[in-house]
């Protein structure tokens, strides 16, 4: 008697159908086979008897243990405490101005919306230099309309605006009385400011971001918080310690991770509605470390870290990462839905795009001080989906 | 417990929802549990990250049950957003899904008749099974898992566990034959112990004659 060929037999897809006795024409193939080969019946036999037990056993094993995994995270979650960030009361004080801010925009466009022509489409120009800035003592400048020079001297410190929507700390040379006042400096939507630190350290932020950061840097470390997305140079500082020169780190802080850097260039995007904390490394060396779990990651030029609950690293585009602070929008096979997110921020507007069409890809260079209907058209001309602006809203439909 | 049918889902779905019953829940979890484990599979994705969107995805569904009290589609509902967290951090295998509802529409998980898994599973051989299956590899019964339940071709499978086709066709008959001779070893075992015990009597039998 030929000695059965279990192997073969398993790896054929029709015999494990008769195993599990479904569908009825791989049972009838195999049963006729059987009568045709009675001497491997009892083989067959024991075959077919396991393989159905196995299945079902393993099948509920293995949806029970992913189950537990879920009880623990269900558990984990109410028993974790409100996470530490303190938040400053400059901080808070920004956010309450920035929101009556806010709401009082809302109203006087609301009441100018009535006011105009219907029949006219509104006129979506592109962002521009704005931002809020709020001082030590709490007071609030809007950076747009305030005019150039210098706006404030405050704790030996002198904070200048100059021509091209770029704000300047220096230090003023007078005696530095509070050395824990700290600044925040916030762009809405349609918003892009840049700004010189204390150390001379350059901080570009793109639309609906922020940036807290003392006005006076401590001789041990340098430390800011973001929010947002935030281009940093970060100059090199050294202090000498019993005779050794030691650099100063500079930490940068957003909600899940911390940056430490040493002196150098990187971008830093970390909006909440964008699938995770992407760090970007141009030159110099920063360690990320992420506040959840403390993994960390030390970045080489060229590389990027993506951060949602695990800290990756992969090869970076940098071109694209970085072409808002070149003024540009640089699109490589991405999603309609991300580009939307980007134009929503820098455009001021509202998005409406089903979730099929969100998924289609588009390349394309875009200059960001061109107005809303170059995008809308580089969409339109694929014939992939037509792209309609109402008031400050995109609908975009098959 | 059986797994309930796609039609019985919106009354568990009901009892979840309303009674905050965790039996319903855990039903509907895991008939999902195989038929996303199939969907993923099917589009190429590693069982890790199938498993763990499967949580976020009833994780989801268990915080915001009061507010999704009125979904009228529960099924497509599930589909959708497994299959939007699942493509959430893989740029690479991002597609155009024409229309989440005509999706896998006609496919029945397990691929196989309730009454069928009943005869096979509760008798001896199935108790047997159940204990032995414990000892096999994790990997083994992954594949297992994908093969004999959720009836993926050789072909997906090898794709989405990234390894060869002749690993999955290994792993497999390996995972067999060791249930297969420890069942032998078994039968041969308890046929011995019942020989022994029938001479015993026998010779007790025939000493008393």
Excluded at chain 1, 262 to 289: A, M, Q
Excluded at chain 1, 293 to 304: D, F, H, K, M, Y
Aim: proline residues 3%; aromatic residues 10%; hydrophobic residues 40%.
């Amino acid at each position: 008697m030929e000695e059965l060929n279990l192997k073969a037999l398993l790896a054929d897809e029709s015999f494990i159908n008769y195993c599990k006795g479904y569908p009825a024409q791989d049972v009838d193939k195999w049963e006729q086979w059987l009568q045709d080969h009675p001497q491997y019946r009892k083989k067959v036999e024991e075959q077919r008897r396991l393989v159905q037990p196995m299945a079902h056993h393993v099948a509920v094993t293995t949806a029970e243990d992913n189950y537990l995994r879920l009880k623990e995270r269900i558990a984990k979650k109410n028993k974790k405490p409100d996470k530490g960030f303190r938040i400053s009361p400059w901080l808070k004080i920004a956010a309450s101005l920035l929101l009556i801010c806010s709401i009082s925009y809302l109203i006087l466009r609301q009441s100018l919306l009535l006011k105009s022509d219907h029949n006219k489409q509104s006129i979506v120009i592109p962002g521009e230099d704005k931002a809020l800035l709020t001082l030590a003592d709490g007071s609030t400048i809007s950076l747009d309309e305030v005019a150039v020079g210098t706006l404030a001297l405050e704790g030996g410190v002198r904070v200048e605006k100059t021509k091209n929507g770029q704000l300047i700390y220096s230090a003023s040379g007078s005696e530095i009385q509070n050395q824990t006042a700290s600044n925040t400096i916030s762009t809405p939507k349609g918003g892009q400011y840049r700004l010189i630190l204390p150390d001379g350290s350059k901080a570009w932020l793109n639309a609906s971001s922020s940036l807290h950061y003392p006005i006076h840097f401590e001789n041990n470390e340098r430390r800011v918080k973001m929010t947002g997305e935030v281009y940093f140079e970060i100059a090199k500082l050294e202090k000498r310690l019993h005779g050794r020169t030691e650099r100063i780190p500079f930490y940068v802080e957003t909600a899940d991770q911390e940056i430490q850097v040493l002196g150098t260039h990187f971008n830093v995007n970390s909006y909440p509605d964008e699938p995770g904390i992407v760090t970007t490394l141009l030159e110099g060396s920063v360690r990320i470390t992420s506040s959840l779990n403390g993994e960390t990651v030390l970045l080489r030029p060229g590389q990027q870290s993506f951060l949602d609950k695990h800290l990756v690293v992969s090869a970076a585009d940098v071109e694209q990462q970085v072409a808002w602070t070149a003024g540009d929008f640089i699109f490589k096979s991405e999603s309609l839905a991300s580009i939307l997110r980007k134009v929503s921020r820098w455009y001021d507007v509202d998005i409406v795009c089903p979730p099929h069409l969100g998924k289609l890809k588009f390349d394309g260079i875009v200059s960001r001080s061109q107005p809303l209907t170059s995008i809308m058209d580089m969409v339109e001309i694929t014939g992939k989906a037509k792209v309609k602006l109402t008031e400050r809203r995109i609908i975009v439909t098959d | 417990m059986p797994l309930i049918k796609r039609h019985d889902l919106k009354e568990h779905w009901n009892t979840f929802v309303v009674e905050e019953c965790e039996e319903a829940f855990y039903q509907i979890y895991e008939y999902y549990h195989h038929y996303l484990s199939y969907v993923g599979t099917k589009r190429g994705f590693a069982m890790d990250v199938i498993q763990d969107t499967i949580n976020d995805v009833f994780l989801y569904l268990w915080e915001n049950r009061i507010k999704n009290s009125t979904i009228k589609n529960q099924h497509n509902y599930i589909i959708t957003i497994f299959l939007r967290q699942l493509f959430r951090g893989d740029a690479k295998k991002y597609e155009l899904i024409p229309t989440m509802a005509t999706l896998f529409e006609n496919c029945e998980i397990p691929s196989v008749e309730d009454g069928y898994i009943q005869r096979y599973t509760e008798d001896e051989v199935g108790r047997f099974v159940k204990e032995k299956v414990a000892e096999l590899g994790e990997k083994q019964r992954l594949l297992i898992y994908q093969k004999f339940y959720l009836g993926l071709s050789y072909h997906e499978i090898a794709v989405a566990n990234d390894i060869s086709i002749n690993t999955v066709y290994n792993t497999i008959y390996k995972s067999v034959d060791k249930l297969r001779n420890l069942l032998t070893a078994e039968q041969e075992t308890f046929l011995k112990i019942a020989i022994g015990a029938l001479s015993t009597f026998f010779l007790f039998f025939l000493e008393n004659q």
